[in-house]
């Protein structure tokens, strides 16, 4: 994983990069060790980027794993 040397390595390296993070080992050791400001934190990010950046159907279908949304 390598930030800072182009765009194409850095989106590579944050797929890498998060794929590690959301190894199930990890997060059973971190999550608990976490403040409660801190999994806010985490998730206020997360859901941000993700309603910036997806459709309503799209978060549905990426996120949520449901085959069908309707509004």
């Given amino acids: 994983m ?8 850095d989106e ?3 797929i890498s990069f998060l ?4 190894e199930e080992r990890l997060l059973d050791v971190l999550v608990p060790r976490m ?3 801190e999994i806010h ?3 206020d990010l ?11 159907d799209e978060y549905h279908a990426l ?9």
Avoid: C, W
């Fill in 41 to 43: 934190q985490v998730v």
């Fill in 35 to 37: 403040t409660e400001p």
């Fill in 12 to 14: 590579q390296s944050l």
């Fill in 19 to 22: 794929q590690h993070f959301s």
């Fill in 63 to 71: 996120f949520l794993g449901e085959q069908h949304h309707h509004d």
């Fill in 46 to 56: 997360l859901t941000g980027i993700m309603k910036n950046h997806l459709s309503g």
């Fill in 2 to 9: 390598y930030f800072g040397i182009n765009r194409a390595t």
